[in-house]
């Protein structure tokens, strides 16, 4: 049985001080059920990853990380390492979110260095995947996702493969309001699954969390985790209200 997770990506948003009153406020509004009946994890900007890591100390929600990069150490200006999250206490990091593969660039093939340095460093990977509008429009979709996940996972072997979470997150949807209906998020973290069987094993595929990201608001998360294999939901724009991302962590349970 899968545990439902509830993530949420503040991206760049916040400041030194909502930071910690979010975090707080998360934190109180969940205790009955945050770690016990649903994972939950929020993903703030990297300078506030400390603060908000102490803030939540004594709850049970997890600290994840939006980015780092896949080098252990060295000369890499601005970058931020595996090794150095784990030392800070995150637990899971992104890799292959949409605003990283197109707005900054990333390939298939750097986030594959990446999750698998995540990997191997101990932290947890949310890999995201998912299609254009335009793959959408043109019947690409699973293409997409098949290309993305195939790629993005290269390499990792089956022991490996269970410390990472998936997030179908299809581009169009992100920060837009236009929600995948639960029928199309179904169809893709169904294919997702099935992709996982193909690569791994049934068992593993069954094991994995799958993810939907895209415009989830506290009025339809419940119907989106309704879905098979939806086990959960990474939140961007709602996770910065406090009450609203109350409401979606506990739709989860
Ligand atoms: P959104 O973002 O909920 O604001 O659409 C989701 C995400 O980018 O993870």
Request: overall charge negative; glycine content about 8%; some cysteine.
């Amino acid at each position: 049985m899968r545990k439902p997770f509830v993530a949420g990506n503040w991206k760049m948003n916040t400041d030194s001080h909502s930071s910690i009153s979010l975090a707080e406020a998360i934190a109180s509004g969940s205790s009955d059920i945050a770690g016990k009946s649903v994972s939950v994890a929020v993903f703030p900007p990297f300078i506030y990853l400390q603060s908000v890591f102490k803030a939540l100390n004594t709850s049970n929600i997890a600290v994840g990380a939006q980015n780092f990069y896949f080098e252990p150490d060295g000369a890499f200006t601005g970058e931020i390492s595996v090794a150095m999250l784990k030392d800070i206490g995150c637990t899971f990091a992104l890799c292959g979110h949409s605003e990283r593969r197109h707005v900054i660039g990333e390939s298939d093939e750097l986030i594959n260095k990446k999750v698998t340095a995540a990997i191997s460093g101990g932290v947890f990977p949310v890999f995201c995947v998912g299609e254009l509008l335009d793959e959408r429009k043109a019947s690409q979709t699973n293409e997409v996702i098949t290309r993305q996940t195939k790629n993005g996972l290269a390499g990792l072997i089956a022991e490996k493969i269970s410390a990472v979470t998936i997030a179908y997150e299809p581009v169009w949807a992100i920060g837009t309001g236009l929600t995948a209906t639960p029928q199309q998020a179904q169809e893709a973290h169904e294919l997702i699954r099935n992709l996982l069987a193909e690569m791994y094993d049934a068992r593993l595929a069954e094991e994995i969390r799958i993810l939907y990201g895209g415009s989830v608001k506290p009025n339809n998360a419940a119907e989106l985790m309704r879905q098979k294999d939806i086990d959960g939901v990474l939140v961007g724009g709602a996770s910065l209200n406090a009450d609203d991302f109350l409401t979606i962590i506990r739709a989860a349970v």
